[in-house]
């Protein structure tokens, strides 16, 4: 508590004669007492005529409007924010302030020294601004309904104000196009003005004298009334709630704030045409896209988020399982705010090898931990994805809790947020291989690599392995094809033209990377803040997404898919390696090149379409989007070596790419447990890194996953058929309507 919280009873006590320079405008009225009628109609003339009294001062009507927008407040708060801030102001606001206490428009709350207004006062405030506007409305004078929820008499004054303050315009230039706004405005003989069509005015006047830039300072950033009205009607969109609604709109105004004013006109003109795609924009300038974090550091030390999030837990250092998992999932929840792709978890087989004594009770935990966290932040159609990394060759007991806890996670998650990384590299695949398939057959997210990647196959870059957490920046793709229709079929053009369009696109993460630090030192991503030292070179790698290599090469620059193809096409990544190497020594940053999944890979290719048309080079596509990374199909991997050419371009494709590649096994849908349990083994002995893929149907009504038995109750009709195990009744095929009661008893020919 403050010394001025701490003395403004004494204040407020103030002796009535005290002198206090009040201004002319702030005296009130002297009531005296009525001495005729009724005493309780004389009492309450008076009450209201001493309440109009206080409403005759704007300062007191000031006072009710932050305490009515940001209120409760501190008494030291309150004076601060209602502009009386040197000491010799102190008498006069406490004046004020008695005023409103006596007359029950303030209340105190002496528990907590906060100050709230009163239903009453609520009441007051809307009657004064009523009658503010009535009476500029009746006077016939143009009013402005502000943005700040009031309405005021036209003043060309503020316009002035406004392009000097906010749009940097020199002062008479300033005066020049308010000038010219204000005759336009009495030219409407209008009465009615808002805040948004005086911008938009001044706007237009600046855009007629050629004056863009200052435009661009005073643009207002918006949506249309159509587009909101659009988002609100069609909800069958929205998967999450009014807060979806509400992020959407703000995603968009963000978005198109980092292409107006933030990002390089040049970089921005390049997003908009396809030559290169930005993913996430709305977040692209305040969160990165990947964290890799040790999770184990961040638990033993405890978490201090800065006096950010005061309504969550504060996450001590944590011994007992309990304290754990719990810490776990809140950890999970608030990394999952400062990321907009993935969250990689390491550490947590160390983490439970010291602090575990009872396997079954550590599934359990980890089970509920999971199912709680797996409600991550959503910055895009998809949530934050977080993954557990797990090093075999450690724990091996660990290893097979936590890889159970999974599988039970996923059994009741129709669509699990949280997936596996399987780091093979000092360990057995054959010895979690068989549990993987079954989770896999479940709908789960399992990822099989070597070292520290992404379950999109994008490397973590990290120079310095001392912090808990390493940053990747990858939300910048290269439209390969389109360089590729500009260049004329001369490969060295097309990587003239690559090189040159990547030195742009890296300034450009440079900047991002600039401005994230910047919002997390000051605060917007507490646990960021915490432990990379505001995101210095160490700790964050830039990476740039090269999309449709193959649809180059082969398709439109013309080459065949030969040897001597396959050489040009190494040499397409060598170039932007070698320039992404040189670039990164000139920004002081570790620059990698990737190849994986991204958004504007179908977005690259319809622009193509749609300016080049639907020629040879695009009708040969097997797909409606450009390649992103290498796809092996399992029905086939039994047959492969590591000389068939899928593999050894593969693993040649991913020592060139040193941000990573997106190998993907394509799992047949009608594959068991068994024959994919072999696909996977024998992928794991060909390439180093690959993702498992498997399509799943999932309920629509009840969320419930397919299984291989019949397609509908014999009951009630309900879609899929559940296989589901009892302690009662064991094995089971179930109805998952809740209110049907079929089921029968689990037969292996099921």
Same mark, same amino acid.
């Given at each position: 508590?403050?010394?001025?919280?701490?003395?403004?009873?004494?204040?407020?006590?103030?002796?009535?004669?005290?002198?206090?320079?009040?201004?002319?405008?702030?005296?009130?009225?002297?009531?005296?007492?009525?001495?005729?009628?009724?005493?309780?109609?004389?009492?309450?003339?008076?009450?209201?005529?001493?309440?109009?009294?206080?409403?005759?001062?704007?300062?007191?009507?000031?006072?009710?409007?932050?305490?009515?927008?940001?209120?409760?407040?501190?008494?030291?708060?309150?004076?601060?924010?209602?502009?009386?801030?040197?000491?010799?102001?102190?008498?006069?606001?406490?004046?004020?302030?008695?005023?409103?206490?006596?007359?029950?428009?303030?209340?105190?709350?002496?528990?907590?020294?906060?100050?709230?207004?009163?239903?009453?006062?609520?009441?007051?405030?809307?009657?004064?601004?009523?009658?503010?506007?009535?009476?500029?409305?009746?006077?016939?004078? *143009?009013?402005?309904?502000?943005?700040?929820?009031?309405?005021?008499?036209?003043?060309?004054?503020?316009?002035?104000?406004?392009?000097?303050?906010?749009?940097?315009? +020199?002062?008479?230039?300033?005066?020049?196009?308010?000038?010219?706004?204000?005759?336009?405005?009495?030219?409407?003989? @209008?009465?009615?003005?808002?805040?948004?069509?005086?911008?938009?005015?001044?706007?237009?006047?600046?855009?007629? #004298?050629? #004056? =863009? =830039?200052?435009?661009?300072?005073?643009?207002?950033?918006?949506?249309?009334?159509?587009?909101?009205?659009?988002?609100?009607?069609?909800?069958?969109?929205?998967?999450?709630?009014?807060?979806?609604?509400?992020?959407? /709109?703000?995603?968009?105004?963000? /978005?198109? #704030?980092?292409?107006?004013?933030?990002?390089?006109?040049?970089? /921005?003109?390049?997003?908009?045409?396809?030559?290169?795609?930005?993913?996430?924009?709305?977040?692209?300038?305040?969160?990165?896209?990947?964290?890799?974090?040790?999770?184990?550091?961040?638990?033993?030390?405890?978490?201090?988020?800065?006096?950010?999030?005061?309504?969550?837990?504060?996450?001590?250092?944590?011994?007992?399982?309990?304290?754990?998992?719990?810490?776990?999932?809140?950890?999970?929840?608030?990394?999952?705010?400062?990321?907009?792709?993935?969250?990689?978890?390491?550490?947590?087989?160390?983490?439970?090898?010291?602090?575990?004594?009872?396997?079954?009770?550590?599934?359990?935990?980890?089970?509920?931990?999971?199912?709680?966290?797996? @409600?991550?932040?959503?910055?895009? !159609?998809?949530?934050? %994805?977080?993954?557990?990394?797990?090093?075999?060759?450690?724990?091996?007991?660990?290893?097979?809790?936590?890889? &159970?806890?999974?599988?039970?996670?996923?059994?009741?998650?129709?669509?699990?947020?949280?997936?596996?990384?399987?780091? &093979?590299?000092?360990?057995?695949?054959?010895?979690?291989?068989?549990?993987?398939?079954?989770?896999?057959?479940?709908?789960?997210?399992?990822?099989?690599?070597?070292?520290?990647?992404?379950?999109?196959?994008?490397?973590?870059?990290?120079?310095?392995?001392?912090?808990?957490?390493?940053?990747?920046?990858?939300?910048?793709?290269?439209?390969? +094809?389109?360089?590729?229709? =500009?260049? $004329?079929?001369?490969?060295?053009?097309?990587?003239?033209?690559?090189?040159?369009? *990547?030195?742009?696109?890296?300034?450009?993460?440079?900047?991002?990377?600039?401005?994230?630090?910047?919002? @997390?030192?000051?605060?917007?991503? +507490?646990?960021?803040?915490?432990?990379?030292?505001? *995101?210095?070179?160490?700790?964050?790698?830039?990476?740039?997404?090269?999309?449709?290599?193959?649809?180059?090469?082969? $398709?439109?620059?013309?080459?065949?898919?030969?040897?001597?193809?396959?050489?040009?096409?190494?040499?397409?990544?060598?170039?932007?390696?070698?320039?992404?190497?040189?670039?990164?020594?000139?920004?002081?940053? &570790?620059?990698?090149?990737?190849?994986?999944? @991204?958004?504007?890979?179908?977005?690259?290719?319809?622009?193509?379409?749609?300016?080049?048309?639907?020629?040879?080079?695009? &009708?040969? *596509?097997?797909?409606?989007?450009?390649?992103?990374?290498?796809?092996? %199909?399992?029905?086939?991997?039994?047959?492969?070596? %590591?000389?068939?050419?899928?593999?050894?371009?593969?693993?040649?494709?991913?020592?060139?790419?040193?941000?990573?590649?997106?190998?993907?096994?394509?799992?047949?849908?009608?594959?068991?447990?068994?024959?994919?349990?072999?696909?996977?083994?024998?992928?794991?002995?060909?390439?180093?890194?690959?993702?498992?893929?498997?399509?799943?149907?999932?309920?629509?009504?009840?969320?419930?996953?397919?299984?291989?038995?019949?397609?509908?109750?014999? !009951?009630?009709?309900?879609?899929?058929?559940? #296989?589901?195990?009892?302690?009662?009744?064991?094995?089971?095929?179930?109805?998952?309507?809740?209110?049907?009661?079929?089921?029968?008893?689990?037969?292996?020919?099921?």
């Amino acid at each position: 508590m403050g010394k001025q919280d701490a003395d403004f009873e004494e204040e407020l006590e103030m002796d009535a004669d005290v002198d206090v320079d009040v201004d002319d405008n702030d005296l009130d009225l002297e009531l005296g007492d009525d001495t005729q009628g009724d005493g309780r109609l004389q009492s309450t003339s008076k009450r209201v005529r001493m309440i109009f009294s206080v409403m005759a001062s704007p300062n007191r009507i000031d006072i009710l409007r932050i305490l009515n927008s940001k209120g409760p407040l501190t008494y030291s708060e309150l004076k601060s924010l209602a502009g009386f801030k040197s000491k010799k102001e102190s008498g006069k606001f406490a004046y004020h302030l008695r005023k409103l206490l006596r007359q029950s428009l303030v209340a105190l709350n002496k528990s907590e020294r906060r100050y709230t207004i009163t239903n009453l006062g609520k009441l007051v405030l809307s009657l004064a601004r009523q009658i503010e506007e009535r009476s500029i409305i009746e006077s016939g004078k *143009m009013y402005v309904r502000t943005s700040h929820d009031s309405i005021e008499e036209f003043n060309s004054d503020k316009i002035i104000q406004s392009l000097v303050r906010e749009g940097s315009l +020199p002062l008479e230039l300033s005066q020049k196009i308010t000038e010219e706004v204000e005759n336009r405005i009495y030219k409407f003989q @209008t009465t009615y003005l808002t805040g948004s069509l005086i911008r938009e005015m001044v706007n237009n006047v600046l855009l007629e #004298h050629g #004056h =863009e =830039e200052y435009r661009n300072k005073l643009a207002r950033l918006g949506m249309p009334v159509y587009d909101v009205q659009d988002m609100v009607s069609n909800l069958d969109d929205v998967d999450n709630g009014a807060e979806g609604i509400l992020f959407n /709109a703000g995603q968009r105004i963000f /978005a198109e #704030h980092l292409l107006t004013n933030i990002l390089p006109k040049d970089v /921005a003109d390049s997003h908009l045409s396809g030559d290169l795609h930005i993913s996430n924009p709305g977040v692209w300038s305040m969160i990165p896209d990947t964290i890799f974090v040790n999770v184990k550091e961040l638990l033993d030390d405890g978490l201090d988020l800065g006096g950010k999030y005061l309504d969550v837990s504060r996450i001590n250092s944590s011994k007992q399982l309990d304290e754990i998992t719990s810490s776990l999932s809140v950890i999970i929840s608030l990394l999952s705010k400062e990321a907009s792709q993935e969250i990689v978890l390491d550490g947590l087989t160390t983490l439970f090898t010291k602090h575990s004594k009872s396997l079954p009770e550590l599934e359990e935990k980890l089970t509920n931990a999971f199912a709680t966290a797996s @409600t991550t932040s959503k910055y895009n !159609k998809t949530s934050t %994805n977080i993954s557990i990394r797990l090093q075999l060759g450690t724990d091996t007991k660990i290893i097979n809790s936590i890889i &159970n806890a999974y599988k039970n996670y996923v059994a009741i998650t129709p669509i699990p947020k949280i997936g596996l990384i399987i780091d &093979n590299e000092k360990g057995k695949i054959t010895d979690v291989s068989q549990s993987i398939s079954e989770i896999l057959l479940l709908g789960g997210k399992i990822m099989i690599a070597k070292g520290q990647i992404s379950s999109n196959g994008v490397t973590s870059g990290s120079t310095k392995s001392t912090t808990p957490l390493a940053i990747t920046l990858q939300s910048v793709s290269i439209n390969l +094809p389109r360089l590729a229709f =500009e260049s $004329n079929k001369d490969e060295t053009y097309f990587r003239a033209r690559l090189a040159l369009l *990547m030195k742009p696109a890296l300034d450009s993460m440079a900047l991002r990377k600039k401005e994230i630090s910047d919002l @997390t030192r000051r605060g917007l991503n +507490p646990i960021l803040a915490k432990n990379t030292q505001y *995101m210095q070179r160490s700790s964050v790698s830039l990476v740039v997404n090269l999309v449709g290599l193959k649809e180059s090469v082969f $398709n439109i620059l013309g080459f065949k898919d030969n040897k001597d193809g396959r050489a040009i096409l190494h040499k397409v990544i060598q170039t932007a390696v070698d320039v992404g190497a040189k670039k990164g020594k000139e920004l002081g940053d &570790n620059v990698t090149i990737c190849m994986t999944d @991204t958004e504007g890979s179908p977005r690259f290719a319809t622009l193509d379409g749609e300016k080049y048309g639907k020629n040879s080079s695009l &009708n040969s *596509m097997e797909s409606d989007f450009y390649s992103q990374g290498t796809v092996i %199909n399992s029905s086939e991997i039994h047959d492969y070596t %590591n000389k068939t050419e899928v593999i050894s371009e593969s693993n040649k494709l991913s020592k060139l790419l040193n941000g990573g590649l997106l190998i993907t096994l394509d799992i047949d849908k009608d594959l068991k447990v068994d024959e994919i349990k072999k696909s996977i083994e024998k992928t794991t002995e060909l390439v180093p890194s690959f993702k498992l893929v498997r399509q799943t149907s999932i309920c629509g009504e009840c969320g419930f996953k397919d299984q291989p038995f019949e397609d509908k109750c014999p !009951k009630c009709k309900s879609p899929i058929l559940l #296989h589901k195990t009892t302690k009662k009744d064991g094995e089971q095929k179930a109805c998952p309507n809740p209110e049907c009661d079929y089921a029968v008893p689990w037969e292996e020919n099921n």
